[in-house]
């Protein structure tokens, strides 16, 4: 193997390995910084040793063990087992005063409860949000601050500097590494989903620039997600956020042209959905139908949002889709999560049930909505509307509104296209 042929499958190996390491290595030294650190060092050694020696059998078992190496050597060298004794003694299980810690063992138990407290520990409500997404993206995704940055546009110093205050804030604030329990698991949990499901969605439909997706980012959305769903099986939310991204993944090649225009829902091929991906959604669907029904309690926002999707997916065309149950599950979603995007997708779903009529009347209701003030989606659906009203001029008038209104060149261009073709010819 050459030389980049070795460097690139260390690359490789290292993006998959990350997270375990860094989720090993955090528990046991209780600072996420450090531990990126121990685990970039790993990666250090691996690249000067692999060259020579060829890639081991088992990649990120070596990986671990020359991090974990590392860890031990800093923590003597900078007399971290001093200092820290009280805690570490919790986790390492220290007998004396002067007893060395098994460091090893604290570093082999179950890798999946760490991932799950680096999750939290990343999506801690301590940060803000955008400081989340990225930490979550370098932390559990793998991602480097340069790919963060062009995934969200955003200038690579402005992410580096999000992720190294997000770090320094959960050393300050003493952020425990650690699964909450009781009432705290469920705040934190909507934490790690919201991030999750921000990652998917400006993948899905991209804020601004010119593309209308980026799905390298859908694609680390639904790992996190299902990541998590594995390590939580009894949360009905997480398997309603995993069906919602799998559902709503599956229709990513059929939402641009070959040329990257955007394609509209009921304007797509459906021969291009992905059944796989309908499939493992539905299933995830299933299950977080079951943990409700198991707890007696109604289904959430992503599994109502996720079963929504599944309308649409059931359907062969547009005109088989079952809009009388979506008009209902928005009512549902609507009682739980009041919101005025959740009306204005019900008007459109009451439009596709009792013509335009109906769904503009809800539209013009949401006209004033401070919350809605500056979404381009709002005249963009009443532009829709109004066209198939025949209300022409107007129609027109919302769609320049709704193209001024976005950030996004492709779908810009798309808003101007509807509003040119309102024009009437003489």
Same mark, same amino acid.
């Given at each position: ?13 290292? !993006? @998959?390995?990350? +997270? #375990?390491?860094?989720? %090993? ?6 600072? &996420?910084?450090?531990?990126? =650190? /121990? ?122 500097? !999000? @992720?190294?205050? +997000? #770090?320094?804030?959960? %050393? ?6 650690? &699964?909450?329990?009781?009432? =705290? /698991? ?126 649409? +997916?059931?359907?062969?065309? %547009? ?108």
């Amino acid at each position: 193997m050459t030389a980049t042929a070795t460097h690139q499958a260390i690359d490789a190996v290292f !993006r @998959i390995e990350q +997270a #375990k390491l860094i989720a %090993g290595l955090a528990r046991m030294v209780r600072d &996420v910084g450090l531990a990126e =650190e /121990l685990a970039q060092d790993a990666l250090v050694t691996a690249l000067e040793q692999w060259p020579r020696a060829g890639i081991p059998d088992k990649p990120g078992a070596w990986l671990m063990a020359a991090a974990k190496h590392r860890a031990i050597d800093r923590l003597r060298r900078k007399k971290l087992i001093e200092r820290k004794h009280d805690e570490l003694g919790r986790d390492l299980e220290i007998e004396g005063e002067g007893a060395e810690p098994d460091l090893d063992a604290a570093l082999d138990d179950d890798i999946g409860d760490d991932l799950l407290r680096l999750m939290f520990t990343a999506c801690h409500p301590v940060l803000a949000t955008e400081a989340r997404v990225a930490l979550t993206l370098r932390l559990i995704g793998g991602l480097t601050t340069d790919e963060i940055a062009r995934a969200f546009l955003v200038a690579e110093p402005t992410v580096a500097q !999000r @992720i190294v205050r +997000a #770090k320094r804030t959960l %050393g300050e604030k003493q952020v425990p590494f650690e &699964v909450p329990r009781g009432a =705290e /698991l469920g705040q934190r949990l909507a934490s790690v989903l919201e991030v999750i499901y921000l990652i998917f969605n400006e993948g899905y439909s991209a804020t601004a620039g010119d593309d209308w997706m980026r799905p390298q980012l859908c694609e680390e959305a639904l790992r996190l997600g299902r990541i998590l769903a594995a390590l939580a099986p009894s949360e009905a939310e997480v398997h309603g956020l995993v069906a919602l991204m799998e559902i709503q993944a599956s229709r990513l090649k059929a939402r641009a042209s070959s040329s990257g225009e955007p394609i509209l829902l009921l304007d797509q091929n459906r021969a291009r959905w992905d059944q796989l991906l309908i499939r493992r959604g539905l299933a995830a669907l299933a299950q977080a139908e079951a943990q409700a029904k198991k707890i007696d309690e109604p289904l959430g926002p992503y599994a109502l949002q996720a079963a929504i999707a599944a309308c649409h +997916a059931r359907a062969r065309t %547009g005109e088989e889709t079952d809009w009388a149950r979506i008009v209902g599950l928005y009512g549902k979603l609507s009682e739980i999560t009041p919101s005025p995007i959740v009306e204005l997708n019900r008007a459109v779903a009451l439009a596709m049930l009792f013509g335009p009529a109906a769904g503009l009347e809800v539209v013009d209701a949401l006209s004033n909505e401070p919350a809605l003030k500056a979404y381009h989606l709002l005249p963009s659906v009443r532009g829709d509307l109004l066209c198939k009203l025949g209300r022409l001029e107007e129609a027109r008038t919302e769609f320049e509104r709704a193209a001024a209104q976005t950030r996004n060149e492709r779908e810009r261009n798309l808003l101007l296209a509807r509003a040119a073709a309102c024009t009437r010819t003489p």
